[in-house]
């Protein structure tokens, strides 16, 4: 180590180390710095803020990589709402279109915009709705003057019974059975009812009774068929004699 000889303040000749050449020095001729403690505990701290910073980086990081995923979501929404709504999608006055479908998945257009008048009120085909045909078109119905233990077809296909009406002429009562069946299919007092009905007796005045089977009906999957006997179980067969119960069903 080059040294130079200087005098201290007592006049005394002491050897110092030579001053570097101006400028960074060769790592040949550097010499290490001591730190003190106080040195240590400042850069421990910044060491400390620089551990606090970087994990709110993370933080900000995976809270931009979230952002980014809804945005992403976002841009897939509005493709798919960019795709729906074409030109083809738009009425004439350039409002939004909404297709409409019935339940059998048949696509039918609304009511076009304006057109609020009673002629263009029901813009829905109803002709698989057998609910909404039923009341729109009207019901069918089905009248015995003779129904008894002798099965009678009311409909050889699907339906929907919305109402009954029975008269009883007889002092004892009757029961009005239904199947979900056709009628060459149906054995009554062994082929099991979907519906047993007791129409009450009544010898002087004749009782009729009238019963309603909701708003929506009772659907028939099959076919509708009916016959009555002289006792509730579905085993009983017992016959009712002639024009005692006169019968009208409602169906669809």
């Not at 350039?94 to 008048?117: C, E, F, H, I, R």
């Not at 015995?144 to 009883?168: P, R, Y």
């Not at 007889?170 to 009905?197: D, E, H, Q, S, W």
Request: hydrophobic share 45%; glycine share 8%.
């Amino acid at each position: 180590m080059a040294t130079i000889n200087v005098k201290d303040a007592a006049g005394a000749t002491v050897a110092i180390e030579k001053p570097l050449v101006p400028g960074r020095a060769p790592a040949a001729t550097s010499r290490p710095v001591a730190f003190s403690n106080e040195d240590f505990a400042v850069l421990d701290g910044i060491e400390a803020s620089l551990i606090a910073i970087d994990g709110r980086v993370d933080t900000l990081e995976a809270l931009i990589a979230s952002t980014n995923t809804k945005i992403d979501a976002s841009n897939v929404s509005l493709a798919i709402i960019d795709n729906l709504i074409t030109p083809a999608a738009l009425g004439a006055g350039g409002g939004l279109k909404v297709q409409m479908y019935t339940a059998a998945g048949v696509a039918v257009d609304p009511v076009p915009s304006g057109a609020n008048t009673i002629a263009n009120s029901v813009p829905t085909d109803y002709a698989n709705d057998s609910v909404m045909a039923g009341r729109l078109a009207g019901l069918t119905p089905y009248k015995s003057l003779d129904l008894d233990e002798s099965e009678e077809e009311v409909k050889a296909t699907a339906g929907v019974v919305f109402s009954m009406i029975a008269t009883n002429r007889r002092t004892t009562p009757l029961f009005v059975k239904f199947y979900n069946a056709t009628a060459a299919t149906v054995v009554v007092g062994t082929t099991v009812p979907v519906m047993t009905i007791e129409i009450p007796a009544n010898a002087t005045d004749h009782t009729m009774a009238v019963v309603g089977f909701t708003q929506w009906g009772v659907a028939f999957g099959t076919a509708i068929c009916i016959a009555a006997t002289t006792s509730f179980e579905d085993t009983n067969a017992g016959a009712p004699a002639l024009n005692d119960l006169i019968v009208t069903v409602l169906y669809k």
